[in-house]
């Protein structure tokens, strides 16, 4: 089936560091979401990206969607602690209306004073 | 504020008993998915509904998992027998899908299941 990889498993970094994680896809995705999950919660949806080379930012965050459509990226600029749990990308295929999510493995982000 | 409810938030249960969880997707979406959590495994799909119809239960291991959407406001999973290796968290996600369009999955809170 259908993978999306994603790289670091997990990353610690000191506060005010900036982090990035990266999600690859072996085939192109239709499109791409991010989502969030705190220790101890569930995944909440960051932001979804739908064209090729598409950019997007939400404060502190950059999202950016690979030209091939195959890759995409979230950066965090100057970390703070309230950024710490673990980020998913959630790759879609877009096989006929069946179209369904396939998340990452996550990167796992700890930030300490 | 709407979300995705899901009960009960914890079970712990004994191996061979049947488990059944619940989730009531956000009102007026079409689109209900079941995941599951492990460490090892990360986040899993198991089935998902569209308009209550099963769409994609390829996820799930059909002998003893099984998905239903008796109506719009209810998705069950239940599980028998249950084993210890079943234990994990168990999302319900809803969302709306219009089209060719893919849309946000809002996430319950969750379901922690262990099974003894």
């Known amino acids: 089936g259908q993978q999306v990889m994603q790289i670091p498993q997990y990353q610690h970094v000191q506060e005010g560091e900036d982090f990035t994680t990266y999600c690859n896809s072996s085939?192109?995705?239709?499109?791409i979401q991010w989502y969030k999950q705190r220790p101890g919660g569930h995944p909440v949806f960051l932001i979804q990206l739908v064209k090729s080379g598409e950019v997007k930012k939400q404060k502190r965050l950059t999202f950016q969607f690979g030209e091939a459509k195959k890759n995409s990226s979230l950066h965090i600029t100057a970390t703070q602690t309230t950024d710490v749990g673990t980020y998913f990308c959630a790759g879609d295929w877009r096989t006929g209306t069946a179209s369904k999510l396939t998340f990452g493995t996550g990167t796992r982000l700890q930030v300490t004073l | 504020d709407a979300r995705v409810t899901q009960t009960p938030r914890h079970k712990v249960t004994e191996m061979g008993q049947e488990v059944t969880m619940r989730c009531q997707p956000i009102?007026?979406?079409?689109?209900v998915f079941w995941y599951r959590q492990t460490m090892m495994q990360g986040l899993e799909l198991l089935a998902y509904?569209?308009?209550?119809?099963?769409?994609?239960d390829s996820g799930m291991p059909k002998d003893r998992f099984s998905a239903e959407m008796p109506d719009a406001t209810l998705a069950t999973l239940k599980i028998q027998p249950s084993e210890p290796r079943d234990s994990a968290v168990y999302f319900c996600a809803s969302g709306l899908v219009s089209g060719a369009i893919t849309d946000t999955q809002y996430f319950g809170p969750g379901t922690r299941l262990t099974v003894l």
């Open positions: 085939t192109t995705l239709s499109n």
């Open positions: 509904f569209r308009n209550r119809a099963p769409l994609d």
């Open positions: 009102l007026g979406h079409n689109t």
